[in-house]
């Protein structure tokens, strides 16, 4: 059984702080075809994926509703814990809940592997005025539980086509040599071409991130000689989730960092900051000292087979503001 699921418009607004995200369409699940060839075992079956989904989804509930990451251990691990964790801080410092993660256990995808580690891989329910999201819970070893390690929102105009439980994808290694760029190779270039400083730059299709990652720098344009907005971003090696697509292309899942410092050049120069970071800082204002800025992100790319003229793109990503401070 195969099933595609489509991806909500995505509109990316930017301000000195970040990266904000809202939809005039909803999209729905397409209806599913039945495949009944099956080379292997899928290591859960849909009633084991049903069960793992619930509990993740409970301790979620439990961490959302006190905005406490304590109770969030059982079932999320970094780096979605250190995410879910930033969330709350800003949640707290703003007064708001924070959105739910609902996952759709009938449009789950399991891995199909006899290694660690091994993963569940689900989008989420089709809500009406909420953005579509993936979830990616994985397993370390044969000792560990099934936790939630990442959640990326998906772009405007992509798909993802994913195998149904009873067939289960098969497990991409890290250095697998059979795409264009092995998974990890991807990431670390995905993340180099952030900041222009790729090897192989042609391999990629422009997305919305990256987009608003360098319209950042356009801030220095509005500071002129007061000042300068300086950025870098850094890889994630572990985890790393890899599973096979129906067409042959990978689905990878990965995280990064990256820094976004403000500095004044000019005494009496005024810079203040808004959004976020705003919101989480005493003074918002940039003084004698620079002001660092740091994100996590999470992110899923489509690494085409070798061979294949398509290129590897982002389908989606999340970015959470995760800490700052003041340049001593």
């Excluded at 959302?64 to 814990?81: F, I, N, Q, T, W």
């Excluded at 993963?119 to 099934?146: C, H, M, S, V, W």
């Excluded at 890899?242 to 990878?252: H, M, T, Y």
Aim: aromatic share 4%; with cysteine; glycine share 4%.
């Amino acid at each position: 059984m195969r099933k595609t699921i489509p991806s909500a418009l995505l509109i990316l607004a930017l301000s000195t702080t970040g990266l904000a995200a809202c939809s005039s369409e909803v999209p729905q699940l397409p209806s599913t075809e039945t495949n009944t060839s099956e080379s292997e075992q899928p290591n859960l079956d849909e009633v084991q994926v049903t069960t793992l989904i619930s509990e993740v989804e409970a301790a979620l509930a439990a961490g959302d509703e006190a905005l406490d990451e304590s109770l969030l251990g059982p079932r999320v691990k970094d780096p979605a814990l250190a995410m879910r964790a930033a969330m709350y801080r800003l949640a707290k410092a703003r007064e708001e809940a924070v959105a739910s993660l609902d996952l759709d256990e009938t449009a789950a995808t399991v891995t199909q592997s006899h290694t660690w580690p091994r993963a569940i891989i689900a989008p989420t329910k089709t809500i009406e005025g909420e953005l579509p999201q993936i979830g990616f819970i994985t397993q370390e070893n044969a000792r560990d539980d099934y936790k939630l390690t990442s959640w990326v929102r998906m772009f405007p105009g992509e798909s993802l086509q994913t195998i149904a439980v009873s067939e289960g994808s098969p497990v991409v290694a890290a250095d697998a040599d059979s795409f264009v760029l092995s998974p990890q190779e991807a990431l670390t270039e995905w993340t180099a071409r952030l900041d222009d400083k790729a090897n192989q730059p042609d391999l990629f299709a422009d997305d919305d991130f990256t987009k608003a990652y360098k319209d950042q720098l356009k801030l220095n344009d509005s500071l002129g000689e007061n000042g300068k907005v300086t950025i870098a971003a850094t890889p994630a090696e572990k985890p790393l989730t890899a599973v096979a697509l129906v067409d042959g292309s990978a689905l990878v899942a990965g995280n990064i960092s990256f820094t976004v410092t403000y500095e004044r050049a000019k005494d009496n120069a005024k810079i203040k900051l808004g959004g976020a970071i705003a919101d989480l800082m005493e003074d918002p204002e940039v003084h004698d000292k620079p002001v660092e800025v740091t994100y996590l992100a999470s992110v899923a790319l489509i690494v085409p087979p070798k061979g294949s003229s398509e290129l590897i793109h982002a389908i989606g990503a999340e970015r959470i503001l995760g800490s700052y401070r003041v340049v001593e």
